[in-house]
């Protein structure tokens, strides 16, 4: 286990030497007692109470010292032996994209995010689309219909054919965007948009060709402006929906047990922000963001924000490549499925790293999007060339690789030394492990979603899911990063299982190195003295619900967990000791009184 240096702990002692008895007569707001509390302190120490005061951890202990700050005006919790954990970061997600889960735009072919839909499903939709209107465009005849969510390695043969959507929709265009970074059209699309053998690839994409040269309609990142250009586009989101989609999305990740989200959108402005900030202002917002940026965004800012420990602005986000699936992640060796393909970074290392030189001196610092090992290069060697040139420490900086999904055995070491954090979904690599060896060969696996092997390296990797790529709820990150395995608990023993990290491990990349990577591991990521505290009721989503070692619960940062209770039967629990996903349906749980009153006063407090 890596070791962060946390000034609270030196800055502790101090107290306790001045004024020790000062903070055991301390009285607390509320005790909480008999729980089963995984700290996430630097020894992973567990404690079973600890006391709250105007939103901080005043005491962490056992319950007979959590009592000692019973006052007369003092609540006392029994927790009944349930589990406590620090509030969970999602290290990158993309909070605005909550829009296609409570509001879609275009319809999703897949039934379920992070599930692949069938060719069959997939006609079918594009069949009831047609004749229903969902996801067609306006404007003239023959209409453009717009879906989204294809992933073909799930097909037999595994690629996209024009042809395939030819058969149920041979008159209107038809143009369906990848789950990620890729996109695909039928033949009527690629004629109205004059897409032939000989059209070149557009900047920043490909067009896939098979072996006679004829498109095979997919498009590897950026499609044909050509053919972009003729679909007519769905009007802008107003203000109101945008607050609207940014609310309700941020309670859907409240509820499965998020307390801190890292927003990785990289289009993020300025006006972004001030939506967010308008939203906090009027206590809408009531989860904790650290909200990455664009460039324009950061330089008009002027260096980073803190508002009220609640929005946290202080990183630009960019990309250097695309997705494995798609082939759009850039490598130094040719895909090992598609000969003299490399995938095209987006940026060149020079351009980068002035982007970040500036960056660093309005105090902001860079998370590139970054999943071949030819970009991960290219980051790194910015962000050696960019910390060298402005005489900055890494660690203060923290830079960070947003997925580092594939790296060369050489470059593993340099995290560490530059200080930058791998900022990993284990859920990517149990959704990738269906195509990854294809892409990649055997050897160059070896250094694909290696966690584990990073967390040896000293690197601190902080954890993530990339909603809406994958489902938000960090309780399957967890599992994958802990099995190897996908939600259905396959390939039996895990996908390369010696790379699982063990349950603490897993712990502490969803709590304190998310803190980490947002410079607050002093107040937020684990249960401590000092560090702020909400709690929170959690309410039952539908379709799941948590169970960690009896119910839920709970807490730090000012977000906080909570309390499965309730009327909504839960179908998925998770247990943290031992973290299986038990895929059954449980009994409903029925909690003491005094912890429903708790819980409710807590959530309208
Ligand atoms: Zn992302």
Request: net charge negative.
């Amino acid at each position: 286990m890596l070791k962060i240096e946390r000034l609270h702990a030196s800055m502790l002692i101090v107290l306790l030497a001045l004024a020790p008895t000062a903070l055991v007569a301390q009285e607390a707001d509320t005790v909480y007692v008999n729980g089963i509390v995984h700290t996430v302190d630097e020894a992973f120490s567990k404690a079973s109470a600890f006391a709250v005061k105007d939103g901080e951890f005043i005491y962490v202990g056992d319950d007979a010292g959590a009592r000692s700050h019973v006052g007369p005006l003092t609540f006392v919790v029994d927790l009944a032996g349930k589990t406590v954990i620090p509030g969970l970061h999602d290290a990158h997600l993309h909070i605005r994209f909550g829009e296609r889960e409570l509001y879609p735009r275009i319809p999703d072919i897949r039934q379920t995010l992070g599930e692949w839909a069938s060719v069959e499903r997939m006609q079918e939709v594009v069949r009831q689309s047609l004749a229903t209107g969902a996801g067609m465009r306006p404007g003239p005849e023959p209409r453009w219909l717009v879906l989204r969510g294809w992933m073909s390695d799930v097909w037999e043969p595994p690629a996209w054919q024009k042809e395939l959507i030819d058969a149920v929709a041979p008159d209107n265009p038809v143009y369906i965007i990848r789950y990620t970074h890729g996109s695909a059209a039928n033949s009527k699309a690629l004629e109205l948009a004059g897409i032939t053998a000989n059209t070149p690839d557009p900047e920043g994409g490909h067009i896939k060709k098979d072996e006679n040269g004829e498109p095979t309609g997919e498009f590897v990142e950026r499609a044909p402006p050509a053919l972009l250009n003729l679909i007519p586009p769905l009007p802008p989101l107003t203000n109101y929906e945008l607050s609207r989609n940014l609310v309700e999305g941020t309670q859907l990740a409240v509820a499965s047990g998020l307390t801190t989200l890292h927003g990785a959108s990289s289009g993020t402005s300025y006006d972004d922000v001030m939506r967010e900030l308008n939203l906090y202002e009027v206590g809408l917002l009531r989860v904790r963001i650290n909200q990455m940026v664009n460039v324009d965004a950061a330089k008009r800012m002027g260096g980073p924000l803190n508002y009220d420990n609640r929005l946290f602005v202080q990183s630009v986000k960019t990309l250097l490549d695309g997705a494995l699936g798609s082939r759009g992640a850039h490598f130094l060796e040719e895909y090992a499925d598609y000969p003299d393909f490399y995938g095209e970074p987006r940026s060149s290392e020079d351009q980068t790293t002035a982007t970040a030189i500036d960056l660093l001196k309005i105090g902001f610092n860079m998370r590139i999007h970054t999943i071949g090992d030819g970009a991960n290069r290219i980051a790194l060697n910015a962000f050696e060339a960019a910390l060298q040139q402005s005489g900055k420490d890494g660690r203060d900086v923290r830079f960070a690789l947003e997925h580092a999904q594939v790296l060369t055995p050489e470059d593993i070491p340099r995290l560490a030394e530059l200080g930058v954090i791998a900022s990993m979904q284990p859920l990517h690599a149990t959704e990738d492990m269906h195509f990854a060896e294809a892409r990649l060969g055997a050897e160059r696996l070896k250094g694909a979603y290696i966690w584990k092997t990073l967390l040896e390296n000293d690197v601190v990797v902080a954890t993530g899911t990339d909603y809406s790529v994958s489902p938000y709820n960090p309780f399957y990150t967890l599992h994958a990063a802990v099995t190897r395995q996908d939600r259905d608990n396959n390939p039996p023993g895990g996908w390369i299982p010696e790379g699982a990290l063990s349950r603490e491990e897993a712990l502490y990349a969803a709590t304190m190195a998310g803190a980490y990577t947002m410079h607050a591991e002093d107040i937020l990521g684990s249960i401590e003295i000092g560090k702020l505290v909400e709690i929170r009721k959690l309410p039952v989503p539908v379709t799941f619900t948590l169970k960690i070692e009896g119910l839920i619960i709970t807490v730090t940062d000012r977000c906080i967990v909570a309390i499965a209770a309730g009327r909504a039967k839960p179908s998925v629990t998770v247990k943290v000791e031992g973290v299986t996903i038990l895929k059954e349906e449980l009994p409903t749980i029925d909690l003491p009184l005094e912890m429903k009153l708790q819980a409710e006063d807590a959530q309208t407090a």
